[in-house]
């Protein structure tokens, strides 16, 4: 018999109740965006990752431009990252204006070596971008004090790796901003697509924020030019 590598149907039926009362909450409150849904989610989200701010998103792609838009990266800027990811990473960097650097993987744990990254640094290089995966997390330590001796910021991939730990320590909480991803056949999977910005800056938060939501802070007045990358309340009430 073949047995399905990502089983949703059977991993469905194991919740079904708690799923179905969830998306009748949703309903009889006719809140679908935003709501206190999304903002129990994002902050019981974001302490469980041991972050201060959790900014949802509409797929795991979204919180990568999301991030980087928080960032500040943009055209002309360089972004050290891995080609052993889904698209999305790299997808991510581009929509942003930058540039993606590649360096090589640990054979040993298919994640970013940390001894290939400074050879890599240019005046151009403003981030390093590791992806978690399989998981398990990147060498945050190597990267982060790479990072640190060269005034780059860390954004975490960890579309993957939902729970992963160094230590104590879990995905999302090394760098200064993490994306994750809850596409269905993730580690932790929305009823559809869904993704979520984590850190302990309030300004990257706001400034994700701020993207997600068609650059607006105060409605109908739009201070930047934003995307609709909202996380709606149906997928945070089944997540």
């Known amino acids: 018999m073949a047995v399905p590598f990502a089983d949703l149907k059977t991993q469905h039926a194991a919740i079904a109740d708690e ?9 009889e409150s006719a809140a679908f965006i935003g709501g206190r849904f999304l903002a129990e989610f994002e902050r019981s989200f974001a302490d ?4 201060e701010h959790g900014v949802g998103a509409s797929s795991g792609t979204s919180a990568l431009h999301m991030a980087l838009w928080a960032c500040g990266i943009g055209a002309g800027d360089e972004v050290i ?10 997808e991510a960097i581009l929509h942003a204006g930058a540039q993606p650097v590649f360096v090589d993987i640990d054979p040993k744990t298919y994640t970013m070596n940390p001894a290939q990254i400074e050879s ?38 960890a579309a993957q790796a939902h729970g992963a730990r160094i230590g104590q320590r879990r995905a999302g909480s090394f760098g200064q901003i993490a994306c994750f991803s809850f596409y269905p056949a993730k580690n932790l999977g929305a009823f559809g697509d869904a993704g979520m ?3 302990n800056d309030a300004e990257l938060a706001r400034r994700a924020r701020l993207l997600a939501d068609h650059g607006s802070a105060d409605k109908y007045h739009h201070g930047v030019l934003g995307y609709n990358y909202r996380c709606d309340a149906l997928q945070a009430a089944v997540l």
């Open 19 to 27: 799923i179905e009362q969830a998306m009748r909450e949703v309903v």
């Open 48 to 51: 469980y990752c041991g972050v």
């Open 81 to 90: 990252t891995v080609a052993h990811t889904f698209g999305a990473t790299v």
């Open 120 to 157: 890599a640094i240019t005046e151009r290089t403003r981030a390093i971008l590791p992806v978690h995966l399989y998981g398990q997390c990147a060498d945050m330590d190597a990267i982060v004090t790479i990072a640190s001796r060269h005034n780059l910021c860390v954004i975490e991939d």
């Open 197 to 199: 910005v984590v850190t």
